[in-house]
């Protein structure tokens, strides 16, 4: 179901801060996720068990330091440090949009944050290395075409 408003300024009666979305603030009135999130958790949990949840989140991890780190030495900047598999940069000189325009060119599908502006990447297990191997090689292209 769903709550048609003719006045957008009602949702801010339930507007929430959003940080980790692309958007500053959300308005809905179950969250950002259903109910079926944490069965499917559950279900994750049961089938992978502690250690294989743990193994997983490592991984991600080994990844984000991973692309963080080369980013860095191609001279991109990192909004922040990541603590989580989630990393957010900019490039020291071309406006984030005209990044992102310049990945989508490559194929790549990019997200961009809003709030801050930068492009953001989620690492997750179905990201390999490889994959951000090939988009560091792209950046590191960008670089030497301008």
């Known amino acids: 179901g769903g709550i048609l408003f003719r006045d957008p300024s009602y949702l801010d009666a339930m507007s929430v801060d959003s940080p980790c979305l692309t958007i500053k603030n959300q308005s809905t009135i179950v969250g950002t996720r259903l109910g079926a999130s944490a069965a499917a958790t559950y279900a994750v949990m049961s089938y992978l068990g502690k250690d294989g949840y743990a193994n997983n989140a490592i ?4 990844k984000t330091h991973f692309l963080a780190d080369n980013l860095k030495k191609l001279g991109y900047e ?31 599908k990019i997200s961009c944050s809003s709030y801050p502006k930068a492009i953001r990447v989620i690492l997750m297990n179905h990201i390999k290395k490889e994959h951000l191997i090939e988009l560091l090689n792209d950046l590191d292209e960008i670089n030497k075409s301008l």
């Open 59 to 62: 991984e991600a991890l080994e």
């Open 78 to 108: 990192l909004v922040v440090e990541p603590k989580l598999n989630i990393v957010a940069f900019n490039h020291p000189y071309l406006e984030t949009f005209e990044l992102a325009q310049l990945l989508e060119e490559r194929n790549w």
